[in-house]
T-cell receptor, first 115, second 111 residues
Framework: DTGVSQDPRHKITKRGQNVTFRCDPI?????LYWYRQTLGQGPEFLTY????????KSRLLSDRFSAERPKGSFSTLEIQRTEQGDSAMYLC?????????????FGPGTRLTVL | GQNIDQPTEMTATEGAIVQINCTYQTSGFNGLFWYQQHAGEAPTFLSYNVLDGLEEKGRFSSFLSRSKGYSYLLLKELQMKDSASYLC????????????FGSGTRLQVQP
């Protein structure tokens, strides 16, 4: 399978716990995005990497959130001290750097439930 | 602020044609995308418009008018499997190319 993969697909945690999600983009894609989607809404941009550099973070990304892409390949998104409001689908997407506009390819998402 | 508006829900009949509208007011514009999202699944790319006019791809077509801040997605010969949410998204920034999404239109196709 050469698409974007995410792990885990589902995560249930208790309020206050830390969670970490992983995204493996399409191998030749330099750009990697994290989005958050709540029920009945479209995805909201969280952060963007170009290779290993995190070039932008949304104001939605509070201090409890951190993302890394250490070798410019896979990425992790960590949420510390989770809150019930963090319950959402976390989507990862990738696209190539070069050439004209390209659609973003989305992974299946990690659904987080904070109890 | 950024505004991307779509109807919340639509219902159509199998075999018919449906048009899903999207209006946008954004600080920048580098193209408009339509994505399909089935419940519990990832969005999948349908179409991209950056110039005014109609782009046709099989049963799906997408139209853009930049001067009016308006796009529509046209689905022909509806099938039951077309029941899904349809997301309109604008690329506002040539640099990062992150997308700003509307809330989506949930389409229900009935027999």
């Amino acid at each position: 399978d050469t698409g974007v993969s995410q792990d885990p697909r589902h995560k249930i945690t208790k309020r206050g716990q830390n969670v970490t999600f992983r995204c493996d983009p399409i191998s030749e894609h330099n750009r990697l995005y994290w989005y958050r989607q709540t029920l009945g809404q479209g995805p909201e941009f969280l952060t963007y990497f170009q290779n290993e550099a995190q070039l932008e973070k949304s104001r939605l990304l509070s201090d409890r959130f951190s993302a890394e892409r250490p070798k410019g390949s896979f990425s992790t998104l960590e949420i510390q001290r989770t809150e019930q409001g963090d319950s959402a689908m976390y989507l990862c997407a990738s696209s190539p750097l070069a050439g004209g506009p390209h659609e973003q390819f989305f992974g299946p998402g990690t659904r987080l439930t904070v109890l | 602020g950024q505004n991307i508006d779509q109807p919340t829900e639509m219902t159509a009949t199998e075999g018919a044609i449906v048009q899903i509208n999207c209006t946008y007011q954004t600080s920048g514009f580098n193209g408009l995308f339509w994505y399909q999202q089935h419940a519990g699944e990832a969005p999948t790319f349908l179409s991209y418009n950056v110039l005014d006019g109609l782009e046709e791809k099989g049963r799906f077509s997408s139209f853009l008018s930049r001067s009016k801040g308006y796009s529509y997605l046209l689905l022909k010969e509806l099938q039951m499997k077309d029941s899904a949410s349809y997301l309109c998204a604008v690329d506002m920034d040539t640099g990062r190319r992150a997308l700003t999404f509307g809330s989506g239109t949930r389409l229900q196709v009935q027999p």
